[in-house]
């Protein structure tokens, strides 16, 4: 079988990127030598080069330093719950139309290792991971559809509570007007006012069950249809909360021959088959949103900003420089009648896109320079 190559020309996805980025935020020039499309291509280098801005005005030497540019870029930049929304709005953008049933959406979060301060605002602590215990946190709701990886919505929370995350996904999701035919969740958002929330709204979702909390190991050796209520703990002589879960067990074999028993919390979901093989394939396909983190980091610029704006401002391009890449894809296939290939890596157009934009970046700059050299010289012939 012929191998499949991506189509999608640097050309196609950098004028189609530029518009993108116009539309995201009111852009105003940075200064007389840095125009919004000059801002613009900036930002765009940073995403192609997963460089800092330091690097990035060492390596092509900008008319301004790089201080200067982050700092006047930051005071352009909203509150990060306003930003997130402008990112949502622009992945909307890019999702062709929904079905009638809506789609089937993963939410999960992404830990950003941080190695700063402690008192850094919106670090959130969390286990240890390479080094650290604080990180940054950026939760995503993707489509997990086969060929249609879109990232639907943004948001930046400062807390690991699972609502906090949540809530702002759905609002985002709400405001697009997408329907959500099933929303998968990982264990970590297995919580009483996750389900209380998710059943108010009426959204059909599957929560897997954490295994490692001793209190629920007793489901796992139960029979495959289970019927269970979850309550919150006591606090400060409030009334306990409690929620009816239904619960399926899934047994399911490993390739050295061995089997592992995982539960799925449920609810909405009408089968036409067997309950437990539905709930281990809906299930399954949560697995596309950890692909899109893959890709999220294969075009995220370096920082040591504390700044959570500025980190949100990296990571929104990032996953709009992503979104952009799946969306000509599915637009090559359509006008070509190629099949569309999940295996097309990001990373090679990514490089292809880093060469042109060098050039045009380095020639751009040169121009810059000479223009005030030539204005400095009318203005003073001495």
């Known amino acids: 079988m012929r191998q499949h190559h991506s189509t999608v020309t640097p050309a196609d996805i950098q004028s189609r990127a530029m518009g993108e980025l116009a539309r995201l935020l009111p852009w105003v020039p940075l200064g007389p030598r840095c ?23 060492e390596r092509f030497g900008l008319p301004y330093r790089q201080t200067r540019i982050r700092h006047s870029l930051a005071s352009q930049l909203p509150d990060p719950a306003t930003l997130a929304a402008a990112f949502s709005h622009r992945f909307r953008a890019l999702i062709p139309r929904a079905p009638r049933k809506g789609f089937v959406i993963a939410i999960d979060t992404h ?11 919106g670090i959130v602590h969390g286990q240890r991971k390479a080094g650290t215990r604080r990180f940054f946190v950026y939760a995503t709701a993707v489509i997990v559809e ?5 990232t639907l919505a943004l948001t930046a929370p400062e807390s690991n509570r699972p609502l906090e995350a949540l809530r702002p996904l759905l609002d985002q999701i709400a405001a697009t007007g997408i ?21 108010a709204r009426r959204l059909p979702h599957i929560v897997a069950v954490p295994h490692r909390r001793p209190h629920f190991r007793h489901l796992f050796r139960t029979r495959d249809a289970i019927a269970y209520t979850l309550r919150t703990r006591h606090r400060g002589g409030e ?25 799925y919390a449920h609810h909405g979901l009408r089968p036409r088959g067997d ?44 996953l709009l420089f992503r979104q952009l890449w799946v969306f000509l894809e599915n637009a090559v296939q359509e006008r070509t009648g190629e099949r569309w ?7 090679r157009l990514r490089a292809q896109l880093a060469s042109v934009l060098t050039a045009e970046l380095r020639d751009r700059c040169t121009l810059e320079i000479h223009d005030h050299d030539a204005r400095f010289l009318k203005k003073n012939p001495e």
């Open 35 to 57: 125009s919004v499309d000059f801002t613009l291509r900036i930002l765009w280098m940073l995403a192609t080069l997963r460089t800092s801005l330091f690097a990035l005005c």
């Open 111 to 121: 830990w950003c290792c941080y190695y700063g301060a402690r008192s850094t605002r």
């Open 146 to 150: 086969k060929g249609r990886r879109y």
């Open 179 to 199: 329907g959500v035919r099933m929303l998968l969740l990982d264990k970590g958002f297995y919580a009483t006012e996750v389900f209380q929330l998710l059943q």
């Open 239 to 263: 009334p306990r909360q409690a929620v009816n879960l239904h619960l399926v067990r899934v047994t399911i074999p490993n390739r050295d021959g061995s089997v592992a028993e995982q539960v």
């Open 275 to 318: 309950l437990g093989a539905v709930c281990r394939r809906l299930y399954k396909s949560r697995f596309g949103i950890e692909t899109s983190y893959r890709q999220l980091n294969q075009a995220k610029a370096r920082t040591t900003s504390r700044d959570r704006r500025w980190r949100l401002l990296l990571v929104g391009l990032s």
């Open 341 to 347: 290939s999940p295996t097309t890596t990001l990373e």
